[in-house]
């Protein structure tokens, strides 16, 4: 890396995608905030240990990764488990009447049985994504995960973009048949509807 207001300004052209990452994972915009200025800052603390074998962007994916894990370690820690609120007020005598009923009806939370297909879902489709084979799932991984632009995953991989969206295009007809067999398959098996 270059000279260091050029690595600043790298750095700062990246953090919207970081964020976005980061959002998507930990679902708060304070922790999204405090792991991205951790990686921001890391990464311009040493920046000798870019080796440029990868793009800029990648290596600052790998190291949002690990404060992302440390932000969830943290948080989960510090969440405290006494019913007051920060004002010191009892959140029973703030969500619930005298008469033991709520003050507002709560939100509905959805059907959680749904949530849980969701969840068992992601986990089928990791599993897909896991054995593609070895180059098709790496761009994948970096086009769909990482959201890296097409001329970065060409240079990283020294391959074409006509071969790269030929590889692109094959990944996807695998996981597509891939979660036929192991979601969408099995669904209906396990829900009844199968015949």
């Known amino acids: 890396m270059n000279s260091s207001p050029t690595i600043a ?49 990648t290596w600052l994916v790998g190291i949002l990764k690990h404060k992302l894990v440390d932000q969830i370690r943290r948080n989960s820690r510090e969440m405290s488990t006494t019913a007051t609120s920060e004002d010191g007020v009892d959140l029973d005598e703030l969500l619930f ?35 593609l084979p070895g180059q098709q799932g790496r761009l994948f991984m970096m086009r769909e995960w990482l959201e890296l632009e097409t ?18 295009h094959r990944a996807r007809l695998r996981l597509r048949d891939c979660l036929q067999m192991n979601w969408f398959d099995n669904k209906a098996v396990t829900t009844g509807n199968a015949s």
């Open 151 to 168: 001329e970065e995953i060409c240079k990283e991989l020294a391959i074409t973009p006509t071969n790269l969206w030929v590889m692109l």
């Open 9 to 57: 300004r790298q750095l700062e052209a990246l953090r919207p995608q970081l964020l976005r990452y980061a959002l998507m994972q930990l679902r708060n915009a304070a922790w999204a905030e405090d792991a991205v200025s951790e990686t921001l800052l890391a990464a311009l603390e040493k920046p000798q240990s870019f080796a440029g074998q990868s793009q800029l962007k």
């Open 97 to 131: 009447a005298a008469d033991g009923h709520w003050r507002e009806s709560p939100q509905d939370w959805g059907d959680p049985e749904q949530a849980l297909r969701q969840l068992d879902f992601m986990r089928v489709l990791e599993a897909c994504v896991e054995h």
